[in-house]
Each structure stands twice: as structure tokens, then as C-alpha cells.
């Protein structure tokens, strides 16, 4: 019972600007269902008053009114129709409209670990596919729910007016088809689930092939993939043979039952015509009203059948729904008027395996630059996301606290710490689309001589203006177009664009050379005065100028110093920084030319 109660309030939701348009569709289907119920009356009434009449005189002068009726009455169902269609159109796309952008809204809220649960595939799959089933259903098979149910209880009465036994015979076969259609919903229910589930594994190949097609093409990796794909495919092929198979079944069964009850109306309604208990205008209207009543009844099934499949959408995309959004205000949320930052005794998991960070515990004081070091997985990217709270700390998998400014990040409301917070991730993303409209992704409103100074940081300046078309080049699908260096300058130069007072470089500068590093970094020194910067790096050039650097081992503090003094422990950052440094090298830091 919550569960459809559920599913009328998601209904009622999203039907906001469409109720309007809905009932006018219903109404115009209500007209057009009774003037199709008035058509076997005028053959009962051209049959009994003039075919039946006496001479070509007598048909001269009833068949005009006859004709003029027919014309009237397909007229008007016509325009009635017309509205019908129109408004239910107007209806559908409004309510699919709705669903859409609340559903895509939703999903910028939920948080980072609800999107590491799912595909991606099959989210895009619960925005589009789904919501298109969902508004066949609630717009089309609804109304004709409505439209059914109308015409039924008009055909009914009518054929009981003129002639109760043979309108009960009739009535005993609609049970029988009903309960034979809540019985094929119920087999073919679960089969849906399965079958949509089936679409968007397929959905996910396809959408990982797509995005990972340099990564296919670099590893030789056609022949997997495409096998791959095949699988699931034939899976999803399968599936649906399946429900074809049932379907098939369905209809050939109820054809059956139908055909019984036609011969039954016209072998019982004979014999009443012949006995003169029925005229012949009323028998052929009669049949005429069991063949209308038949197929609605029929459709029954068809209904049954999308309502499963709606059944099914509804669940999936109510799984969105209901996913917990991030609390962008935070509880008593509190601005910091001040960078500082400061991680205290912080454990935390991604709750699978052990902590990635283990009892972590270090501060950031405003205006400073702090560089991290660690290995692969010993738990640099993940400071970042809990400082920014793409992931929350806290619950079985989290503990301690993160404050800036001394404030808690769970009390700063979520808007001022992404906006003030600038990062450069690990793993760069672009638009599909131009370079200046990539940098100003964070500041939409800056000028181009604002997204040059940012450029002109990060070292990407000189590399734009050679391509033919400057900042207006497109740099095509998640910036394929650049290399690998000049895309993370772009995400550089975005991040700077903010503004921000805090600015995190997550390994940001592992994709470009030693020289292009250290001018980076010496235009930021030049041109971000006060800012609490974070370089996370595997590299110690890119950390060696920083006020402090924290060295992390399996997500705990292994050493704490600046440059010189670790130099001086011999430990981890010792040990690094005599396997990357030649001797060449040491010449150039000593000079200060790195």
C-alpha cells in the first residue's frame, strides 16, 4: 500500500502544469467514446426504420437524416479526438519534462558515494528510458483506463435496455478475461525487472566502450569488447524472446476466449431474432456493442502489461528520488573567517577493506603552502575529498573531525566550502566544448582577458593562441583534442579563475614537465599571495618549496617537516628524493634553477 501511494504522489508531482491538459484530454475522450456508442444505434435505426420501410419513397425521405446523423456524428468525434490527442500530447511532454529535470537535479546532489553504487550507464538509462515508459503509461494507457472503463458502462447499459439475457452472457465472459489478464501481469511483472535490468547492463558497455575508446584502441582490446558487448546483448535479446514468447501466449489464449464470446452473441442473439424477442436492427446493434466492448476488454491485458513495465520504471526511478542529497547548509552553519585547516585524530574508510586514513592528524595555517607525499593508495587523494566533502566524514566508516577556520566542514554550509575551495584533480575533465568556455566553467561570467591572466598561470597561454582558432578551439569529447600536459594547465587555469582562497593541487602537475612545473609554480607564488595552498605530489621538486610537507604512509603520518628537515631524518622522503634526484639535479635545486 506505501508503494502505490508512492507512486500516485510521484504521479501527482510531476504532473504540476499538466492537470489541466490531462482532464481536458479525458473529457474529449469521454465525447468521443459516447459518440462512438451512439453509431450501432443509427444502424439499429437505419436497418428497423428505413431499410426495413416500404417503398423507395419511404427510403428517399429517411435517408438524408440518416446521412446527415453520420456525417454529424464522425465530425464531431473528430474534432473531439483532435483535442484528445492534442491535449494528451501537451500532457505527456509536460509530465516527462518535469520528471527530467527534477531527476537530473537531483542527481547533482547526491553524493559521491551513492555514484561509486551505480553505473553510469544505468543512470542515464533511469532519466531517459524509464521516464519515457512512465509517461506512456501515465498519459496514454491511463486515459485509456478511463476511456475503457467509460466505454464499458455505456455499452453495457445500453445492450442491457435492449436485451438483459443476452447482455448478461456477455457480462459472464469479462471476469473471465480479466482475471485471465491478472494472471499474465503477474507472470510477465518480474520478467520486466529482469529485462530492464538486462537494458542497462547493456546500457553501461556501451557507455564505458564509448568513453574508454582511446584506452580499447591502445590495448588492443576490440575483440574483448566487442565480445563483451555480444554477451550481454544476446542476454538482453534473450530476455525479451522470453517475454515475446508470453506475450504470444497472452494473446493467442485471449483470442480465443473472445472468439467464444462473439460466436455466443450472434448464435444466442440469432435465435432471440428469430424468436422475435430482438429486431434485426437491434441485433446487428448489439453485436456491434459487443465487438466495441470485446476489444477494450481485450486491451486489458496490454494495459496490465505496460503497467508492469511502468511498475518497474517507477521503482528504479524512485530510487533516485529517495537517494539522500548532500546537506548543502550543513546544521548551524557557520562562514569561516579565516583558511586555517586542521585535521584531527581522522580515520576513515570507503567501507570496504581497512582505513584508508588511520588516526591523521596535521594543520594547514591560512596563507601557507603545504605539500603531502605518499605512495599510491596511501590515502593523498582522499584528504582532499573529505576537505571538500565529496565524501562525508563520519557514520561506521568515519571519525575525528576536519575544520577551516575552526569551524567543523559539517556545520560550513556546502555552497561556500566548493566555492572557496578551488581543486585540481587528479584525473582532469573537459567539456566538449571551447577552450575559453572550459576555463570559465567556474566563473561563467569572466572575460576573456580575465580567463587569459588565469592562462597565462598556468602556462597554457603561449599553447592556446597557436591553434588557428585561439580560445575558441573545440577540444572534443572529454578534451581529446589536447594532450595530456595541456589539459590539466586548462584545469589549472579554471580552478584560478575561481579565485578561491583555498587552492588544492591533487598530483594536478604530474602531467607536465619539470621546467613548465616549476614556472607554474612560481607564477602561483607571484600572483596567489594569501592563499592556503594543498600540493599533493609524487614528485619533490613540485613539494620541496612548500612551508611544510607531510609524508603519508597507509594513511597515516609517517613524517612531518619542511624540505630540509626531512632531508636530514633519512626516512621515506630521503629515500625519494634520492631515487628521483640525479646528481645533475641537485646542482640545479642548489642554484635554485628548479
Keep these: 500500500m506505501e ?43 437505419g436497418i428497423d426504420q428505413v431499410l426495413a420501410g416500404n417503398g423507395y419513397g419511404h427510403l428517399r425521405e429517411r435517408l438524408w437524416m440518416l446521412s446527415l446523423v453520420i456525417v454529424g456524428v464522425a465530425a464531431l468525434s473528430g ?98 478475461v480479466a482475471g485471465y489478464s491478472a494472471v499474465f501481469y503477474c507472470l510477465i511483472a518480474k520478467r520486466f525487472t529482469k529485462a530492464d535490468e538486462a537494458e542497462g547492463e547493456l546500457s553501461t558497455v556501451v557507455q564505458e566502450n564509448a568513453t574508454g575508446v582511446r584506452v580499447v584502441r591502445a590495448f588492443g582490446r576490440e575483440q574483448f569488447e566487442m565480445e563483451r558487448f555480444r554477451e550481454k546483448n544476446e542476454a538482453f535479446a534473450r530476455m525479451w524472446i522470453r517475454l515475446g514468447t508470453l506475450s504470444g501466449l497472452y494473446w493467442g489464449v ?71 542529497e548532500e546537506q548543502y547548509q550543513g546544521r548551524d552553519p557557520v562562514i569561516p573567517q579565516h583558511t586555517d585547516i586542521a585535521f584531527s585524530h581522522v580515520t576513515f574508510s570507503y567501507g570496504q ?19 603531502i607525499l605518499g605512495g599510491t593508495g596511501s590515502g593523498k587523494s582522499t584528504i582532499v575529498q573529505l576537505l571538500t566533502r565529496l565524501y562525508e566524514l563520519g557514520g561506521e566508516d568515519g571519525a575525528g ?18 566555492k572557496n575551495v578551488g581543486m585540481v584533480l587528479q584525473e582532469p575533465f573537459l567539456y566538449s566544448r571551447t577552450i575559453r568556455e572550459n576555463i570559465a566553467a567556474s566563473a561563467p ?30 577540444v572534443g569529447e572529454r578534451g581529446v583534442t589536447l594532450s595530456g600536459g595541456q589539459r590539466q594547465r586548462v584545469n589549472i587555469a579554471r580552478m584560478l579563475l575561481q579565485k578561491a582562497p583555498i587552492l588544492v593541487f591533487d598530483d594536478a ?23 592556503t595552498v594543498i600540493l599533493i605530489s609524487h614528485r619533490v621538486t613540485t613539494l620541496m618549496g612548500a612551508d611544510q610537507i607531510l609524508v603519508l604512509n597507509h594513511g597515516r603520518v609517517e613524517e612531518l617537516g619542511t624540505h630540509a628537515q ?21 646542482k640545479e635545486v642548489q642554484n635554485g634553477s628548479i
Aim: charge should be neutral; include cysteine; hydrophobic fraction near 45%.
Design 445 to 474: 561570467e569572466a572575460t576573456l582577458e580575465e580567463i587569459r591572466q588565469a592562462a597565462q598561470i598556468a602556462c597554457i597561454d603561449e599553447a592556446v593562441l597557436a591553434f588557428p582558432d585561439g580560445y575558441d578551439t573545440l
Design 3 to 45: 508503494i502505490k501511494y508512492r507512486k500516485a504522489k510521484l504521479i501527482l508531482r510531476y504532473f504540476h502544469g499538466s492537470k489541466r491538459y490531462f482532464l481536458c484530454a479525458i473529457a474529449a475522450s469521454m465525447v468521443t467514446t459516447a459518440l462512438n456508442a451512439v453509431t450501432p444505434q443509427i444502424f439499429r435505426f
Design 401 to 418: 573531525s576536519i575544520t577551516v577556520g575552526g569551524i567543523d566542514i559539517r556545520r560550513i554550509p556546502l555552497g561556500w566550502l566548493r
Design 79 to 176: 474534432l473531439s479526438m483532435f483535442v484528445s490527442r492534442t491535449c494528451t500530447a501537451r500532457a505527456g511532454e509536460n509530465f516527462a519534462k518535469n520528471m527530467r529535470d527534477s531527476l537530473f537535479m537531483h542527481v547533482q546532489r547526491l553524493p559521491m558515494a551513492w555514484h561509486d553504487q551505480n553505473q553510469t550507464g544505468d543512470i542515464i538509462q533511469r532519466c531517459t528510458s524509464d521516464v519515457e515508459v512512465i509517461r506512456n503509461f501515465v498519459v496514454t494507457q491511463l486515459l485509456e483506463v478511463f476511456r475503457t472503463m467509460f466505454l464499458v458502462g455505456i455499452s453495457f447499459a445500453v445492450m442491457v435496455s435492449m436485451n438483459a439475457g443476452l447482455a448478461l452472457v456477455v457480462l459472464l465472459f469479462v471476469p473471465v
Design 353 to 371: 577493506g581497512g582505513p584508508v586514513l588511520d588516526d591523521l592528524s596535521f594543520s594547514v595555517p591560512q596563507g601557507t603552502v603545504f605539500g
Design 254 to 324: 485471449g483470442d480465443l476466449i473472445t472468439g467464444l464470446q462473439i460466436v455466443a452473441v450472434v448464435v444466442l442473439g440469432a435465435v432471440e431474432a428469430v424468436y422475435g424477442h430482438m429486431s434485426v436492427g437491434e441485433f446487428v446493434a448489439f453485436a456491434s456493442y459487443n465487438t466495441v466492448l470485446v476489444w477494450p476488454v481485450r486491451g486489458l491485458g496490454r494495459i496490465l502489461s505496460d503497467m508492469s513495465k511502468a511498475g518497474v520504471s517507477f521503482e528504479r526511478v524512485d530510487y533516485i528520488i529517495h537517494g539522500k
Design 509 to 531: 602537475l604530474s602531467a607536465v614537465d619539470s621546467e613548465t612545473d616549476s614556472r607554474i609554480r612560481r607564477a602561483l607564488s607571484e600572483r596567489m599571495q594569501g592563499a
Design 566 to 586: 626531512l632531508i636530514q631524518n633519512h626516512g621515506i622522503y630521503r629515500q625519494i628524493y634520492e631515487i628521483q634526484m640525479s646528481g645533475d639535479d641537485r
